[in-house]
């Protein structure tokens, strides 16, 4: 099945560092990919929308110098949490999906990545 | 305004007994509807799906959910639960040809034993 990772799955750091996550898919290619945030016994809010070799559209309210994203390639995405501050730790959820694989193609997640800024 | 609603936070059942998880929409057009299933500090896992067809869907681990379009549902139910499907569930809405996704504000499923 497809599989979407996730790395780091946990990163601590100091107020003002940033920090990159990493959403990869293993065994199919993503046109698209998201990333969502979630808060703790909340749901998913979705960030941002990624298609390869494009910008990056972005949810209203999200900052879109504080969290840099990347899709450079049709298994790779990035997110980059710029100048991480305590209110930006939360768990991030990747997901990805073959969009030319028809309306049908679900996505697929990633296991999360929990960051913890102190 | 549009959205997906679980009106259940939490819902407690004994093991064995029988399952119903509520979910609302409030989309236009066909909606692509989901079930996903989170265990405590993990990924998402999809549970079903529906796009079209049998209103009845099977799914994995033994869930089904039956679309409702006169009542704009898609509740998921279990005919008998086992301990292990203790976790937090979320019903989706894929929107625009299924390339965005909004979620319910999830419910959470604890067994007693």
């Known amino acids: 099945g497809a599989v979407v990772s996730q790395h780091p799955s946990w990163v601590i750091c100091k107020s003002g560092t940033s920090v990159k996550i990493e959403c990869r898919s293993l065994d199919f290619q993503a046109t698209t990919m998201f990333w969502y945030r979630q808060f703790p016994k909340q749901s998913l809010m979705l960030m941002a929308t990624?298609?390869?070799?494009?910008?990056?559209?972005?949810e209203q309210g999200v900052e879109k110098d504080k969290f840099l994203i990347n899709h450079a390639s049709l298994t790779l995405s990035t997110l980059t949490v710029t100048s991480a501050h305590p209110e930006d730790s939360s768990f991030y959820i990747c997901?990805?999906?073959?969009?030319?694989?028809?309306?049908?193609?679900?996505?697929?997640f990633g296991p999360g990545t929990r960051l913890l800024v102190l | 305004a549009q959205s997906v609603t679980q009106p259940d936070i939490h819902i407690t059942v004994s093991e064995g007994a029988s399952l119903e998880l509520r979910c609302n929409y409030s989309?236009?057009?066909?909606?692509?509807l989901f079930w996903y299933v989170q265990s405590p500090g993990q990924g998402l896992q999809l549970l079903l799906k529906y796009f079209s067809g049998d209103t009845l869907v099977q799914g994995i681990k033994g869930f089904e959910a039956e679309f409702k379009r006169s009542q704009s549902s898609f509740n998921l139910r279990k005919p008998s639960v086992h301990w292990s499907d203790a976790a937090e569930y979320f019903c989706a809405v894929g929107l625009y040809n299924n390339n965005d996704m909004r979620f319910g504000a999830g419910t959470r499923l604890t067994v007693k034993p």
């Open positions: 989309y236009g057009a066909t909606p692509y």
């Open positions: 997901s990805a999906r073959d969009g030319r694989r028809g309306i049908q193609e679900t996505q697929y």
């Open positions: 990624s298609n390869e070799g494009s910008k990056a559209t972005y």
